[in-house]
T-cell receptor, first 111, second 113 residues
Framework: DAKTTQPTSMDCAEGRAANLPCNHS???????VYWYRQIHSQGPQYIIH???NNETNEMASLIITEDRKSSTLILPHATLRDTAVYYC????????????FGQGTILTVHP | EPEVTQTPSHQVTQMGQEVILRCVPI?????FYWYRQILGQKVEFLVS????????KSEIFDDQFSVERPDGSNFTLKIRSTKLEDSAMYFC???????????FGDGTRLSIL
């Protein structure tokens, strides 16, 4: 699976958009980009995923660059409850769905 | 919304004992996974399971580990002879398809004494 690079930490004001970047320059054509988050020691929570096109759901938007080497997760109106570790994961190809978690980005939403 | 449930939430076991961690995946899901997270460390993949057999496993998943789907609803992880370093949070996940989103349970905290 392709390796991802994320900033260690980010801050965001409550009510503002949180934009979390991820680099995945070695992604291959049949690999997806997934975003999960983990709050405290709870189980990781799925947020969104995409292959080539931008995606939006009730939680977030995912913007993937045309060359697919990077992506941005957008939380449009961050709340205090969005404070968590956010993981960008590339998976697909020959794997059987295995997710390889990195250290992620610690997002802190401030009042 | 359907969810993955794991029992027990906390398991304390003596070193060398066998332990079985239980999971009930989402009912129409076909792919099942176990991950673990040692305190303060990354979430690590252990094993994936599909069509009643292991499809992929990590180096961590050695002969002391086994998985089973004993009936149509449960998915279990067995550690035969526990070691101190097996202390961790163990997460079960399931998905509807190979590259569909995985939905995780809240985990079992395993403490080996």
């Amino acid at each position: 699976d392709a390796k991802t690079t994320q900033p260690t930490s980010m801050d965001c004001a409550e009510g503002r958009a949180a934009n979390l970047p991820c680099n995945h320059s070695t992604i291959s054509g049949n690999e997806y980009v997934y975003w999960y988050r983990q709050i405290h020691s709870q189980g990781p929570q799925y947020i969104i995923h995409g292959l080539k096109n931008n995606e939006t759901n009730e939680m977030a938007s995912l913007i993937i660059t045309e060359d697919r080497k990077s992506s941005t997760l957008i939380l449009p109106h961050a709340t205090l409850r969005d404070t968590a570790v956010y993981y960008c994961i590339v998976s697909g190809g020959t794997s059987y769905g295995k997710l390889t978690f990195g250290q992620g980005t610690i997002l802190t939403v401030h009042p | 919304e359907p969810e993955v449930t794991q029992t027990p939430s906390h398991q304390v076991t003596q070193m060398g004992q066998e332990v079985i961690l239980r999971c009930v995946p989402i009912s129409n899901h076909l792919y099942f996974y176990w991950y673990r997270q040692i305190l303060g460390q990354k979430v690590e993949f252990l094993v994936s399971f599909y069509n009643n057999e292991i499809s992929e496993k990590s180096e961590i998943f050695d002969d002391q580990f086994s998985v089973e789907r004993p009936d149509g609803s449960n998915f279990t992880l067995k550690i035969r002879s526990t070691k101190l370093e097996d202390s961790a949070m163990y997460f079960c996940a399931s998905s509807a398809g190979q590259f569909q989103p995985q939905h995780f349970g809240d985990g079992t905290r395993l403490s080996i004494l």
